[in-house]
């Protein structure tokens, strides 16, 4: 499957990872202090605060995992297909991901912990569109399944074993692009607060308004509306 990708799909992934990476470092360090990108971290929190007794704790952090479950559910009710197609739901997708992190942006300005709920759901979007588009290929909101496959790759080079150089290639753009939206999004933090999360927004409507142009020459080459 990843020999078939185009190089627009290597592109959108690498710029849906920094956008994570971006909106992560937002939520950990702005007012409520959650990770909204992955669910491991936020799972292994509520079931400390449950097993506490913490409940207000708990609820918050099972809605972060709901919003984020609820994005997914919203992509694959939209787009439907299993393999990459050229159509509208893609860019219906990406717009109501660049809806939900500018009402999450509204959020954050207001302290409201809402800002946790559509910022995860804006991710959870994003990462199950990305997998359609990509096969699974590429997942844009976390780097776990990532690292352990340069992992892997790096042991098989120490055997002699062949590398498969694109998956190592993938690996390396979704770790790298994913860390540098981190860096980049503290640093907004410190210099424009939670406005920063404009950029995210503005990747996801770019690639909207640049999926509709593509899908709009192509139409008449197979592509479908």
């Not at 290639?169 to 406005?195: K, P, Q, Y």
Request: glycine content about 12%; cysteine-free.
């Amino acid at each position: 499957m990843i020999e078939q990708l185009p190089r627009w799909v290597w592109w959108a992934g690498g710029l849906l990872a920094f956008a994570a990476g971006l909106m992560n470092v937002v939520g950990l360090l702005s007012f409520g202090g959650e990770a909204v990108t992955h669910l491991t971290g936020t799972t292994t929190l509520f079931a400390g605060h449950v097993s506490h007794a913490r409940w207000q704790s708990a609820l918050h952090l099972a809605a972060i995992f709901g919003a984020f479950f609820a994005g997914a559910v919203a992509s694959g009710w939209l787009i439907r297909n299993e393999h990459l197609k050229l159509g509208r739901r893609y860019t219906v997708a990406l717009l109501l991901e660049t809806g939900l992190v500018l009402a999450a942006l509204a959020a954050f300005l207001h302290r409201n912990p809402a800002a946790y709920y559509l910022l995860a759901a804006a991710v959870g979007l994003q990462n199950a569109m990305a997998s359609t588009y990509s096969g699974a290929v590429i997942r844009t909101s976390h780097v776990t399944g990532m690292v352990t496959d340069l992992g892997i790759y790096l042991g098989h080079a120490l055997r002699g074993l062949p590398v498969h150089r694109k998956r190592l290639a993938v690996s390396l753009l979704v770790t790298i692009t994913f860390l540098a939206g981190g860096l980049v999004g503290g640093l907004g933090l410190r210099r424009v607060g939670e406005w920063v999360l404009l950029l995210p927004a503005a990747i996801a409507l770019a690639l909207a308004l640049a999926h509709e142009g593509w899908r709009r020459s192509h139409r008449g080459s197979g592509g479908r509306r």
